[in-house]
């Protein structure tokens, strides 16, 4: 009997599990959006968006976070053609991407409490906050995950080559890429609409 049985439908728990993970993640952003959307023009004390964003650095940290979902795939690919070396490379690129995602936000939310948006500066404060701020938890947690199977595979070597491990694990990984895709519409595009 294997240690990881399927499901009723056919499908690996783990990947069962997680599909079950991104659909409540869904509500979760959800609810964080509408919350956005409905206070975003409410109790503006503070600076608001159009006044405070960099577009352009933004953007940059977008596509570095597409690109990690990227490397994300070919490490999925070389894990299953069993080559050790590029898949751990590939897993390295995916953890560095989203280290370089959460520098990035660090650095904007740094820049935008030394201009006077802070949590409880004003509703859209809040708002901003716990949605973009949510986001990056979701990112700190992907990166100590892929993180903790690099080293996995760096410690077991050949002897570990596990897909489905890194299959779910991706699927997490694109998910809250997805997300913030969605995050940089609604909240960084759609103020100058």
Not at 29 to 47: A, D, H, M, Q, W
Not at 65 to 81: D, E, F, G, N, P
Request: proline share 1%; aromatic share 16%.
């Amino acid at each position: 009997m294997s240690a990881h049985m399927e499901t009723v439908t056919g499908v690996d728990n783990r990947k069962f599990a997680m599909w079950s993970l991104i659909a409540s993640e869904c509500f979760l952003f959800g609810t964080l959006i509408v919350n956005y959307f409905v206070k975003r023009n409410r109790g503006l004390e503070g600076p608001t968006g159009p006044e405070i964003f960099d577009i352009n650095l933004t953007t940059l940290s977008t596509f570095d976070l597409l690109m990690s979902s990227v490397a994300m795939v070919l490490a999925l690919h070389y894990c299953r053609t069993k080559e050790l070396r590029k898949m751990q490379a590939w897993l390295g690129v995916v953890v560095l991407g989203g280290a370089i995602f959460l520098g990035f936000q660090w650095y904007e939310f740094n820049h935008f409490v030394n201009l006077g948006l802070k949590l409880d500066t004003s509703v859209f404060g809040s708002a901003f906050y716990m949605l973009t701020g949510c986001h990056g938890l979701h990112v700190a947690v992907g990166v100590l995950w892929i993180t903790s199977i690099l080293i996995t595979s760096l410690r077991k070597g050949e002897a570990w080559f596990n897909d489905t491990v890194i299959e779910v694990a991706g699927l997490y990984w694109h998910f809250v890429d997805v997300v913030w895709i969605i995050l940089f519409t609604v909240v960084y595009l759609f103020v100058y609409i």
